[in-house]
């Protein structure tokens, strides 16, 4: 990956120009730019369509809500925490989410590309259908993640502990989970074609890849014949 990610809020080129935001609500399909979203809760905000760019959104929780078919370009994202909410088709772009919390998250259909999570746990989020392009899932925890469908291409897992992951019918090209610190997949093992992964994580999943394709694997000698 190209694309280096900040790794603090002074780190963004446009902090500097960043402003307070001052309203008490989202809007759907309003354009925010250059806003500094911190310290906020926000309950069932209905916000499709909304664009974000060159924002930021800190130690802030959004309870349910849409932002569905929504763009965040250049956003970061620290201390946050999305609890029910709709990122489904969303467009993300240069966005970095640091230490952040997505459970129960609809994100389906939506379109990744030179994103970064850093130290962020996701719990039952839906990315059936879903493009990443160019992502990093770094140090971070996917429990019961759903990417059924999705399309995956040069995306990696450094440090990642990967629970009850769903890859069904997904399509994966230098998809790279050598370094994950957990690789429990609960579906898709025959889809892993365009994954890289190491030799120990082979071993691991052999019996699981063997299921899948149909191979019976037996150790005695039965129907074998003796003279």
């Not at 989020?125 to 469908?149: I, K, P, T, Y």
């Not at 120990?200 to 000698?221: F, N, S, Y």
């Amino acid at each position: 990956m190209t694309h280096k990610a900040p790794t603090s809020l002074d780190e963004l080129p446009y902090a500097h120009v960043l402003e307070p935001f001052a309203e008490s609500r989202l809007f759907v399909e309003e354009r925010y730019d250059t806003l500094h979203f911190a310290g906020l809760t926000l309950d069932d905000q209905d916000a499709g369509g909304a664009q974000f760019l060159e924002c930021a959104v800190t130690d802030s929780v959004l309870n349910g809500g849409s932002l569905r078919r929504g763009r965040l370009n250049e956003v970061w994202l620290q201390g946050d925490r999305f609890v029910g909410t709709s990122f489904a088709e969303t467009n993300w772009t240069d966005v970095t989410a640091d230490s952040c919390v997505f459970a129960g998250v609809e994100a389906f259909g939506a379109v990744l590309r030179r994103v970064v999570f850093r130290r962020c746990k996701f719990d039952s989020v839906n990315l059936r259908g879903g493009s990443l392009h160019e992502v990093v899932f770094e140090d971070c925890v996917l429990r019961d993640v759903d990417l059924g469908g999705a399309r995956l291409k040069e995306v990696a897992f450094p440090g990642t502990q990967l629970e009850r992951l769903r890859i069904g019918h997904a399509e994966l090209k230098s998809t790279d989970l050598r370094g994950t610190t957990l690789l429990n997949l609960a579906d898709g093992h025959e889809y892993l074609r365009g994954a890289i992964i190491g030799s120990a994580q082979l071993l691991d999943l052999a019996p699981a890849l063997a299921a899948a394709l149909g191979i019976e694997v037996r150790d005695d000698d039965r129907g074998t014949t003796r003279r």
